[in-house]
């Protein structure tokens, strides 16, 4: 035994097939003696004839579809719902945008369905007439007399300069009228208490401006107490019971990265020179420093200003996409690859569009040190990039 039902078609109003779990298409099948909850099942799992637990294969059930006129012969319950959700997706009027997203109808047919069923049907129109007077009937009940609106419009101002006064006593209480002076006071502290003071400055319209202050002391003490203990645990773990040894051992430990910075410093000296007199002279410029006395020696020769050395382009990004006499240039110039690689991209592109390129066009465009610039236009001239104007 059989009936004809209707059902939702969005499958998320529905639970899935009883028996394959999948979601329910259209059309499917409804247990009339199972439930609640109702028992559904797809057409699949109907025709084998699934069972479970007290649904038995001979229970009546009902075919659930909304492939059925409702208002019109020529139009089934499916339709009729995707056309009133297209109307409210698309807005009233906008028949082409309806008909493209059914994709069943044309424009005409949405547009004359709708009107005829939806908006000139008596029976949709009287439910209109009665909504529109009931929202009348509750506007005119709710309306606000001209007096009591001027009084809440007074309120809301009333409000705003409250609110703008709170924040002048707070600005006023905690000192923030002179930032500078504010702003100086917070570099008194390390740069964790400073991090600090800048994430709880929003609290302080919470508390008075000594109870804020107070709060920012606090963690200032609990951070010098913090690091005190944490040096006190590095004496413990270096053996060290008593101060004396302590002060040594930091005498020590200071004289030790002082001699690492040297380290560090004379080897990336020693990287980018490559004058060995040169190199010299600076140790020995900086043994004069290191022993309190006056450079006795000058790093400039007898002849008058020494030249730089040139530029070590060991892993200097785009030195791989220079030929030989163009690093030589570099190293001369003292010009990094990449710098290099864009200066003669744009004057490349200048001599192109102006059929030659002179002096003074190159130093306008790439706007460095006029030597440089006068090195890099004879270079790409002697080497036929580029062409004199």
Known sequence: MDRLGSFSSDPSDKPPCRGCSSYL??????CAECGPPPFFLCLQCFTRGFEYKKHQSDHTYEIMTSDFPVLDPSWT???????LEAVMD???GNWQDVANQMCTKTKEECEKHYMKHFINNPLFASTLLNLKQAEEAKTADTAIPFLSLKM???DIYHSRLKERQRRKKIIRDHG???LRKFQLMERRYPKEVQDLY????RFARIVGPVEHDKFIESHALEFELRREIKRLQEYRTAGITNFCSARTYDHLKKTREEERLKRTMLSEVLQYIQDSSACQQWLRRQADIDSGLSPSISMASNSGRRSAPPLNLTGLPGTEKLNEKEKELCQMVRLVPGAYLEYKSALLNECNKQGGLRLAQARALIKIDVNKTRKIYDFLIREGHITKA
């Open 77 to 83: 319950a499916q339709e009729e719902m995707a056309l």
């Open 25 to 30: 298409m259209e059309p499917y099948i409804k």
């Open 176 to 178: 923030l009228i002179n």
């Open 90 to 92: 698309c807005g009233f």
């Open 198 to 201: 800048e994430t709880m400055r």
């Open 152 to 154: 809440a419009v007074v």
